[in-house]
Each structure stands twice: as C-alpha cells, then as structure tokens.
C-alpha cells in the first residue's frame, strides 16, 4: 500500500467518525416541539440562530469530503488493478490447429478394472462392516 493510499485511508476513518458524531449531535426534527414549552432557550452556544446551520452546514461538508476520499481510494484501487494485470505474467495458449485425439480402444469399450480391484454393484454397501439399523 503506498502513503498516498494510506493517508487516504487515515482521513476517511477520520472523516467518518467526524461525520458520524455531527449526526449524533444534531436535534432531531421532534425537538422543537420542546422549544414551545419553554425548554429550547438554553440553546445558545453557537449564537442566536442555534447550532442547527453550524451543524448542519460542517455535516453536509464532511460528507462532501467522505464521498471525495472514497472515489479518490477506488481511483487509487482501479489504478493498482490494471497495473497487476501488466505485471508480465505468461498466459498459456494452445496453438489453434492442434486437436487433441482419444485412443480408438477407449471410444468403442470402456476400460475394465484390473483383476484385484473389487467391483461394486448400485445395490451393495461399499464397506460389508457396517451395522445395520
């Protein structure tokens, strides 16, 4: 793996945990409902808009840049796949006219075992030892 892939590979774990604690800092849509009781007005620490466009904004940027390593990573991967594929490795061909021929005896008869190899029969068990049930 080369630096430029590992350094990649570094800022999009970096960039997905970033991203993934930004989307759990955010308010749900069903909290402003609490805002009506009274509840929402201590929500002022990015200022009087609220954190919604600071969160929602460094969100959409940190997805932006996820989506960004990502593509960058898989261009990185298809690079390194077509270099593997130039890497000299012989392929085995066979010449187009030769044919390969089967021996006259073994097309009209099947070959028969030799004398001291036993012959099964479908019905009979391969092993006389086994128990019957």
Known sequence: MSTVETVLLSLLVLDA???????????GKGADVGAAFGSGSSNTMFGSVGSASFLTKATAWLAIGFFAIAFGLAYLAKQRAEAAGTLGIPTVT???TEQLTL???SVDSPQQPDGDVPVLDAGE???SDIPEL
């Open 103 to 105: 021996p006259e005896e």
């Open 94 to 96: 066979a010449p187009a």
């Open 17 to 27: 945990v970033a991203l993934t604690v930004l989307v759990l800092l955010q308010q």
């Open 125 to 127: 068990p391969a092993d």
